[in-house]
């Protein structure tokens, strides 16, 4: 049985897209790609198989049972196999930071918003939903390859390692609304968990800021709070 | 078996909170409230059977089965059921467009953020995920229930019935960027489905945008792109 293992050393990246990003974006972590036996030999195979043999990534082509281990009910065709991999983030980059995130697809979402976005850096303070999860991967549509990740325990650990920086915790218990945010960088926007926000005491920490919302709703969707910050941050450097 | 039916009349809120916002936004449509007999008759509980007086929905404190029946593994004690019911849009106020919406995770979320955001009417362009389907409901954390919506069969039937108004399809073909989007109102804001975006042809209608993002991703996530374009159409408008 190949069971993705949470304690283990490797993950998956289900599907032949983000099969080509984890070749393309972070080929020295790929240790091996499945593909499987009912894969159409077609220009996409050819195209695989060749930037396999060019990143030096072996090719298994007769593992039939991992594809209906992993994948299940989708039609995955090819999986890449990588090493889970922490990376050093980049000082002087924007980062975002989450706090205790607990679920898989949000979190993948959110990897794709940064790479959207043109971000670099995501920390994570533990206790988190696994990041290299395979939902994660999947969810993130690859760009989990575009991006140096790393975990910490605690913020101070995290503020610790990334550097002179602006902070910009998201509460709806700020005072200041993100639209007059004064935008320094580098920045790092923080988020809390998807159920419980951030504890009260970020508000102690540099630029507290809200998204203006209606009182109807508890507050937006973890995922939607990000991709806003990121698009009100980023939107001036983007073209 | 209580099955939601997606050809019958009724669908259900499941939880405590959705089911307050079906009483307290959406009463007319309450047909029951079930309340589960594991349920603690604690102060929530007074207030959900005065509530229910009060609107004149009958309680249910028997059916132990429609809790196994609907809401599966989910700790659930209380489910409030809804005629489904399509309502007019205000032609004078804003509004959200979905052409073929097809996930009802993506769908709940939009709702939320329509009501984060001080909106009430959303139209979806058929065929498209089923809006009174007990998931989307949920994900729109009841939501719902504070809005106005209505499924049409084209965009020429939807813009019969919506009254003069600026319209704006998100597509990544677009020449305009969303932060430099001249404002008019009431207006349109109108979103593709998650994997095909819209057709070319709403190139042709209104005044095409597109939210700036980087190469590495294919789009933005739908519920992502809807929340960032409701955020800069309401900032103004929401303090």
Redesign the interface.
């Known amino acids: 049985m190949n069971r993705y293992d949470k304690a283990g050393p490797t993950s998956f990246a289900l599907g032949t897209q983000a099969t080509f990003y984890l070749l393309e974006s972070a080929s020295k972590e790929a240790r091996k790609v499945y593909i499987s036996p009912k894969q159409n030999r077609d220009e996409t195979y050819g195209r695989l198989v060749s930037l396999c043999k060019e990143k030096r990534v072996p090719v298994i082509e007769n593992n039939e049972r991992i594809f209906r281990d992993l994948s299940g009910k989708d039609n995955v065709m090819v999986i890449g196999e990588f090493e889970k991999t922490e990376r050093a983030l980049n000082p002087k980059g924007n980062h975002v930071l989450l706090v205790n995130p607990s679920n898989a697809g949000n979190l993948g979402?959110i990897l794709?918003?940064l790479?959207?976005?043109?971000l670099s850096d995501i920390a994570l303070i533990t206790p988190c939903v696994d990041p290299f999860d395979p939902k994660v991967v999947r969810a993130s549509?690859g760009?989990l390859f575009?991006l140096r990740l790393r975990r910490y325990a605690s913020f101070d650990a995290y503020a610790a390692d990334a550097g002179k920086r602006s902070y910009y915790p998201f509460m709806l218990q700020a005072q200041d609304?993100?639209?007059e945010a004064k935008q320094e960088t580098p920045y790092t926007l923080i988020f809390g968990n998807e159920a419980t926000g951030l504890p009260e005491s970020f508000l102690g920490i540099g630029h507290p800021l809200k998204?203006?919302?209606?009182s109807?709703?508890?507050s937006?969707?973890l995922?939607?709070a990000v991709?806003?910050a990121l698009?009100?941050f980023?939107?001036?450097t983007?073209?």
Do not use: C
């Not at 998204?211 to 209606?214: C, H, Y």
């Open positions: 979402t794709r918003s790479v959207g976005f043109g549509m760009a575009h609304f993100l639209p998204i203006p919302q209606t109807l709703i508890d937006l969707n995922d939607n991709a806003i698009y009100e980023q939107k001036e983007m073209r």
